[in-house]
């Protein structure tokens, strides 16, 4: 019998649904829509009285320079995201954005734009598209957030587009936030290690790119917080590009969108479609995950009501062979549970 819960079950990021949206057809593009808006709406919550508000942009444009010619490409439509503006002079202050702050179990790291970027300076400062915002391209946003889309990474269709797109914000000094959910493709960042097969990598990311010089980092400063299954996505700092930012927790935002248009998918009776992309830290994970799911709801556990995943029942080591007991048998379908 099918057992899917009215909400996410994880904390963080749902293998079981993530695998299934990064299958072929459109189910990540209808995903991705869904999900950045449910980002804007909470991102308003928070913006709106403070006299700043998050827009889904329709009208972003990219002209990028030929270096060959120094002749201008057509512009070319990018998919549109969220960015951020200010809508008031006068304006209430936002909360705190001590950096510092950012939630502990993210695994986070700092590079300069060039280094993160697998850049040399030269190439940081002369190969840069010439962006245009909107319609009117006196008014630059203060942010932009973007959440990636396989066609967005190395080797997928736009790849080269989209990058050009991501320098061309750093060049006008415009804030970077990049929202990486898709394990089974290579990272945008060269200088992360590769999952699952190096030591220390993770299947997701959340990066913050800031181009405001600092003393340690005079081209600008990337952090990048990694995590994997069992964790949630990072409450991060997104830097305005006037000096003003904002604390935004990613991992509400995901769980909206799970509770509101995907939960009903998830079976955790039956494992993730792709297992063996995991590693297998992150596979004890899921097997501890999909034990507490089913041994709660043979117990009745599992209502309408419930609002927070459960706490996990078993430690990640005994994960599968508490699972593997439960079902009586060496495993959910096509899971090598004593790996």
Not at 128 to 138: E, P, W
Not at 167 to 174: P, Q, R, W
Not at 264 to 279: K, T
Request: proline letters at 9%; a negative charge.
């Amino acid at each position: 019998m099918k057992i899917t819960p009215s909400i996410n079950e994880y904390e963080g990021i749902n293998p079981h649904l993530n695998d299934m949206l990064q299958e072929e057809g459109m189910l990540w593009k209808e995903f991705h829509d869904t999900h950045i808006t449910d980002i804007r709406r909470l991102l308003n919550q928070q913006l709106v009285p403070t006299g700043y508000e998050a827009r889904l942009v329709s009208g972003l444009q990219l002209t990028t320079l030929d270096l060959d010619t120094l002749n201008y490409d057509p512009s070319h439509p990018i998919q549109p995201d969220v960015l951020v503006r200010q809508y008031a002079k006068g304006k209430a202050p936002l909360p705190p954005t001590d950096a510092a702050n950012t939630q502990a179990d993210a695994s986070v790291k700092e590079y300069s734009i060039p280094d993160a970027l697998g850049l040399s300076e030269q190439d940081y400062l002369n190969a840069l598209a010439i962006v245009k915002v909107g319609s009117h391209s006196d008014e630059l946003p203060l942010a932009w957030i973007e959440l990636l889309s396989p066609s967005n990474k190395p080797g997928g269709a736009h790849h080269d587009k989209y990058e050009s797109k991501c320098l061309g914000l750093l060049e006008k000094g415009i804030p970077l936030v990049q929202i990486d959910y898709l394990n089974q493709t290579s990272a945008v960042f060269p200088v992360l290690p590769h999952y699952p097969q190096d030591p220390g990598s993770k299947p997701f990311y959340l990066s913050v790119s800031d181009p405001r010089p600092t003393q340690d980092y005079p081209q600008g400063k990337v952090r990048i917080l990694q995590f994997g299954i069992e964790e949630s996505v990072p409450t991060t700092l997104i830097p305005f590009r006037d000096g003003d930012g904002v604390r935004f927790n990613f991992d509400s935002a995901y769980d909206e969108t799970v509770k509101t248009a995907y939960a009903w998918h998830v079976d955790y009776e039956q494992a993730p479609l792709n297992w063996d992309s995991y590693s297998n830290t992150d596979q004890r994970a899921i097997a501890a995950r999909m034990y507490t799911v089913l041994d709660a709801d043979r117990r009745g556990l599992i209502t309408a009501k419930q609002e927070n995943p459960l706490p996990l029942a078993c430690s990640l080591e005994e994960g599968p062979s508490r699972l593997s007991t439960l079902l009586n048998n060496p495993g959910p379908a096509n899971v090598p549970l004593d790996r």
